[in-house]
């Protein structure tokens, strides 16, 4: 019985070779594509062996009962075969998913060798080091860019303070020499009060309109 297994897979003989998995997986499909026709072809007979059971009837009861026999032995292999297919199905997932399983943990086998291969004249100690060389680089990086910056040339020499007391001289000796322009300045003879006396109202005419007034006021209140 195992040897017919074995030569029905063929994989007898002890110097067989076995399948790989992508061959197995293209077997299985070729399969269940030769089941699913199987199945299209007794989905058809079942329907033609129903309407000959129906168009008999009761009027040739021998061709109809004949006709549902058939009918129920080709459901029953319908059934078998949508068993079969649903082992196939099951054990060609599983064998698709063991064959992805062994690419992936392939590829990781070969990226984990190019790994090992890149640090291979690497260890921590001289990862350290180049560190520590790149940091002290950028330090004097750093420092040649200060000097670069910092401003030179004519001036620089000079304290700053020097300048601040020679300014603040030469501000006092300018305000001295204001105080002595105004101290200097020639005297501006002031307007004299005017001499003359201004002329006064004569009283004889004050009089004369104080009158006028009086007449005025009268003649108002006569009215």
């Given at each position: 019985?195992?040897?017919?297994?074995?030569?029905?897979?063929?994989?007898?003989?002890?110097?067989?070779?076995?399948?790989?998995?992508?061959?197995?997986?293209?077997?299985?499909?070729?399969?269940?594509?030769?089941?699913?026709?199987?199945?299209?072809?007794?989905?058809?007979?079942?329907?033609?062996?129903?309407?000959?059971?129906?168009?008999?009837?009761?009027?040739?009861?021998?061709?109809?009962?004949?006709?549902?026999?058939?009918?129920?032995?080709?459901?029953?292999?319908?059934?078998?075969?949508?068993?079969?297919?649903?082992?196939?199905?099951?054990?060609?997932?599983?064998?698709?998913?063991?064959?992805?399983?062994t690419e992936v943990l392939k590829n990781m086998g070969y990226a984990a060798k190019a790994m090992k291969a890149a640090h291979e004249n690497m260890d921590i100690d001289k990862v350290d080091d180049l560190m520590a060389d790149i940091t002290e680089q950028q330090e004097v990086a750093q420092e040649i860019s200060d000097v670069i910056s910092r401003p030179v040339g004519f001036g620089e020499e000079f304290d700053e303070d020097e300048l601040m007391a020679e300014l603040e001289e030469l501000e006092q000796e300018e305000l001295d020499q204001n105080l002595l322009d105004i101290e200097g300045a020639p005297d501006v003879p002031l307007p004299s009060v005017p001499s003359t006396s201004l002329p006064s109202r004569p009283a004889k005419k004050k009089e004369e309109e104080d009158e006028d007034d009086m007449a005025d006021l009268e003649a108002w209140a006569a009215n």
């Open positions: 019985m195992a040897g017919m297994i074995a030569k029905l897979f063929g994989g007898g003989g002890k110097g067989g070779k076995a399948p790989t998995p992508q061959e197995a997986i293209q077997k299985l499909r070729e399969t269940e594509e030769m089941l699913g026709k199987k199945q299209e072809y007794l989905e058809k007979k079942i329907d033609q062996e129903l309407m000959t059971a129906k168009k008999n009837g009761t009027k040739n009861k021998r061709a109809a009962l004949q006709a549902l026999k058939r009918k129920k032995r080709f459901e029953k292999q319908l059934a078998q075969i949508d068993g079969t297919l649903s082992t196939i199905e099951f054990q060609r997932e599983a064998l698709e998913n063991a064959n992805t399983n």
